[in-house]
């Protein structure tokens, strides 16, 4: 018998064997035992992750000589044909190659006609979103008026191409990427079907590798299985896979915890030398970073750490040594640098320059702490105007009028004492916007794995905002396409358990544009003054010798 590649042969046939897709599986199951199926579906999502395996499932589950089931035989006529692709009233169409009108009426004229021998005539189209304008009309004039047992299944990678019309004739079931844990699984289970020893970091390097791909995990595993038989060891499939050793991922990032410039060079031409893609090892060290954020807010056994077990641990200590600030600033630096590896022509001296910057951001005191200080300095100076010990002559420079007006119309002790715990003159919610970044970073890290679609959206923001359990992303208009991408329920719901996560606390969401905001209110007249007699604004201008030029009211946007 000749060699099937792995991905085909463990193709899933039935829908309880397809990984990950419950809710679609679920669907479709309901659809069929109440003899619901619609006439058109359209199944979006990333390579490989199971959208074609379920569209032949469907047909089957409609087609098999059995009758109507939710477990084809696999073993009639017509199963087989429809697992082999060569059935003769269910076609599959590449939309990709077959682009054209004429492709699409053949196809409408084959539509006419009863299935030949089924129960269904299905058209599973392929890249659907390849079609010509003229392709998709002809198309829609069929999906308006189907005809009898005929069933349209839609695949395609990028569904927003698809025109408005098509989409509200169809079902739309987004296949969702799969995760570390999913395909790790999965892997497990095909290595020892096929006697494959393979250890731990092997499975997991490969699970790593394909990100979210199911087929390209499979596709990897035949292609280290060609190489080294039937024993897989770490090492070497992360050297055919090219993928750096955590090792050196560790190193790096105790190099820079250490602010060893000299180490972070040194690693760097270790890699250059040993023939690594460095744009590959910047996005891996992105990667990395993330999880080190991923270990540091929810811990080192949570899920959401997408590694082998045994790097849990390490990741956990690692964590340890930075703040989420600093990590969050990590990621940021390597983000960009990754984006400018891409068209660099030096990419060595880039990937430097990224990671020297990362020495140095490790060693910048966080904006909380600094404001944290200038504020005791200026309770400091506020003290010293308002003496316990009578006639003390006071050193400092005015204070400001609230305070001496409190000094004078208080005793003393209280006027300290009384000192809130928020020391602002501004309202709270003036709290510093760093800490909210390094929030909002890392529920990006969260999403970066698995929503990078998500995850890449929330670049666009103009502002965000959490208060009371509400999480507001602000969109300015001309971003307005992003805002309506992250209004969709799926991934409001993904962005609200990512919310939840880091925020620590369930959150409602709210997507807005600018526009509908209003815009911001300006600052009362006086707010400006006061704002300028704040202790701490006095004490922030001295440090970083720099004045006012705006103040904005928050409490009243
Ligand atoms: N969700 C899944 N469950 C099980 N296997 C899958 C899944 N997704 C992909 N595969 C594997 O990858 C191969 C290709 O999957 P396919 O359904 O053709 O992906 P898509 O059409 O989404 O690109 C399958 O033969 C199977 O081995
Ligand atoms: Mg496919
Ligand atoms: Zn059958």
Request: with cysteine; net charge negative; hydrophobic share 40%.
């Amino acid at each position: 018998m000749s060699y099937q590649v792995i991905a085909r042969k463990y193709r899933p046939q039935v829908f309880d064997e397809v990984v990950g897709q419950r809710l679609i599986t679920e669907t479709l199951k309901n659809a069929i035992l109440q003899n619901r199926v619609a006439h058109g579906y359209i199944f979006s999502g990333a390579r490989g992750v199971g959208k074609t395996s379920t569209a032949r499932i469907l047909a089957k589950s409609l087609n098999c000589l059995q009758g109507l089931t939710l477990t084809p035989c696999g073993e009639c006529p017509s199963c087989r044909e429809i697992a082999a692709g060569n059935s003769l009233d269910v076609f599959e169409i590449d939309a990709a190659s077959n682009r054209g009108i004429d492709e699409i009426r053949e196809l409408r004229e084959t539509v006419r006609y009863l299935p030949a021998r089924d129960r269904y005539k299905v058209f599973i189209i392929d890249e659907v979103h390849m079609l010509t304008t003229e392709a998709f009309n002809a198309l829609l004039k069929t999906l308006e008026e189907p005809p009898p047992r005929s069933l349209f299944i839609l695949a395609t990678t990028e569904p927003h191409k698809l025109p408005a019309t098509i989409q509200s004739r169809c079902q739309h079931f987004a296949f969702r990427l799969l995760d570390y844990a999913e395909i790790y699984a999965r892997l497990e289970q095909v290595c020892a079907a096929e006697k494959i020893q393979a250890d731990e970091g092997a499975l997991g390097a490969l699970a790593q590798a394909a990100e979210g791909s199911l087929r390209d995990a499979l596709s990897l595993l035949d292609q280290v299985i060609a190489a080294c038989g039937e024993q897989l060891e770490e090492s070497r499939v992360r050297q055919l896979l090219g993928v750096v050793p955590v090792r050196l991922l560790r190193e790096m990032t105790e190099a820079i915890h250490a602010a060893d410039a000299r180490r972070v060079l040194e690693l760097v031409s270790q890699l250059a030398a040993e023939g690594y893609e460095l744009a590959h090892f910047c996005g891996e060290y992105t990667r990395y970073v993330r999880n080190l954020m991923v270990a540091k807010s929810c811990g080192g056994e949570s899920p959401l750490l997408q590694v082998p077990n045994d790097e849990r641990q390490g990741l956990r200590e690692l964590a340890e040594l930075f703040s989420q600030e600093d990590l969050a600033r990590f990621f940021q630096i390597l983000l960009r640098t990754e984006g400018e590896l891409r068209y660099s022509l030096e990419p060595r001296f880039h990937l430097e320059m990224g990671l020297l910057k990362l020495v140095h951001a490790g060693k910048l005191a966080s904006l909380e702490s600094l404001l944290g200080e200038l504020h005791s300095a200026a309770l400091g100076e506020k003290a010293s105007v308002t003496p316990r010990s009578a006639g003390a002559p006071s050193p400092a420079p005015p204070a400001p009028r609230k305070a001496q007006e409190s000094a004078s119309s208080q005793p003393p002790p209280t006027s300290t004492a009384a000192a809130p715990a928020r020391p602002y003159a501004l309202p709270a919610e003036a709290a510093p916007p760093v800490m909210e970044d390094s929030r909002l970073a890392s529920i990006k890290a969260l999403l970066f794995e698995s929503k990078k679609l998500l995850s890449s959206c929330l670049d666009h923001l103009s502002g965000w905002r959490f208060e009371n359990g509400e999480v507001r992303f602000l969109f300015a208009k001309n971003a307005s396409f992003y805002a309506e991408l992250v209004r969709s329920r799926e991934q409001l719901e993904t962005l609200r358990s990512a919310c939840t996560q880091v925020l620590g606390q369930p959150v409602k969401i709210y997507v807005t544009l600018e526009e509908q905001e209003g815009r911001p209110v300006r600052a009362r007249p006086d707010a400006r003054e006061r704002a300028g007699r704040d202790p701490a604004v006095e004490a922030f201008q001295k440090k970083f010798d720099c004045t006012l030029v705006d103040v904005k009211d928050l409490s009243q946007e």
